[in-house]
C-alpha cells in the first residue's frame, strides 16, 4: 500500500513514479520544471537522497529561493531544451507535466510570441523536439525518463511517436485524466 499521496500533477497515488523514485533513491534524480509547489517537491523528495530541480520561470525560480523547501532537494534555474548537464548523466529524469508546455520562459507574457505570422504550433513542435533531443542526451545508458502529462492536451498515440524518436517507450499508462510513460535511451 502506497504510503505517500501524490498530487495530481505527478498523477494521484502513483505507484510508476513512487516505484522508479525508490528505485533510484541513491541515483541522479533530476525533475524538469519541477515548479514551486512544495507538497510536490515534498512528496519527491521524501522517497530519495538527493532531488534536483530544474525550471526557467523567473517567478518560480524567486519563490523556491524564498520557500522551506525539503533539504535535499536542489534548484538549478535553467532551459530543458538546452540542460546545463553532462551527456549520461542522469539516472531518473522526470518531466512531468512540462512537454506540453515546454516554452521560452517569456512566452506567455512576451508579446513577440503573439506577433502576428509567429507560427505557435511550429514553436511548440520545435520546443518538444529539443526537449526530446536533451532527455536522450543526458539520461545515463542505464537511466529511465518518466513523463507524465493531461490527456486533454495530448493525443497519447502521437506522443508515443514522438517520443520513439529519441526514446524506447517501454509502458504506457492511463490513468483518469492523466497519462504516464516510462522510457528509456535507444
Ligand atoms: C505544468 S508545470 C509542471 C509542474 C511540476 N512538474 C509538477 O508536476 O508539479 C510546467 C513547468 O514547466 C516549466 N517549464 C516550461 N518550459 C520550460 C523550459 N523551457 N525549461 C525549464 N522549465 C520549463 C514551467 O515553468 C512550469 O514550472
Redesign the pocket.
Known amino acids: 500500500m502506497a504510503q505517500y499521496k501524490f498530487?495530481e500533477?505527478?498523477g494521484v497515488h502513483n505507484p510508476i513514479l513512487e516505484r522508479l523514485l525508490t528505485e533510484n533513491r541513491n541515483g541522479v534524480i533530476v525533475?524538469?520544471?519541477?515548479?514551486?509547489?512544495p507538497e510536490?517537491?515534498q512528496n519527491k523528495a521524501q522517497l530519495v537522497d538527493r532531488l534536483i530541480g530544474?525550471?526557467?520561470?523567473d517567478e518560480?525560480t524567486a519563490a523556491i529561493s524564498q520557500m522551506d523547501r525539503p533539504k535535499n532537494f536542489y534548484f538549478v534555474k535553467?532551459?530543458?531544451?538546452e540542460l546545463p548537464l553532462p551527456d549520461k548523466s542522469v539516472d531518473l529524469l522526470?518531466?512531468?507535466?512540462?512537454y506540453s508546455?515546454?516554452?521560452?520562459?517569456n512566452?506567455y507574457i512576451d508579446p513577440k510570441f503573439r506577433a502576428p505570422g509567429f507560427d505557435i504550433p511550429a514553436y511548440m513542435r520545435e520546443?518538444k523536439r529539443r526537449?526530446l533531443s536533451e532527455a536522450a542526451r543526458v539520461v545515463k545508458p542505464t537511466g529511465a525518463v518518466l513523463v507524465?502529462n493531461s490527456l486533454r492536451k495530448s493525443q497519447i498515440e502521437v506522443t508515443k511517436n514522438e517520443f520513439s524518436e529519441y526514446l524506447n517507450v517501454q509502458e504506457v499508462n492511463v490513468g483518469g485524466s492523466r497519462y504516464i510513460m516510462v522510457c528509456t535511451p535507444k
Do not use: P, T, W, Y
Open positions: 498530487a500533477l505527478e525533475d524538469l520544471g519541477c515548479n514551486k509547489v510536490h517537491l530544474v525550471d526557467n520561470d518560480i535553467g532551459d530543458a531544451r522526470l518531466m512531468l507535466g512540462i508546455q515546454v516554452a521560452d520562459r512566452f520546443n526537449l507524465s
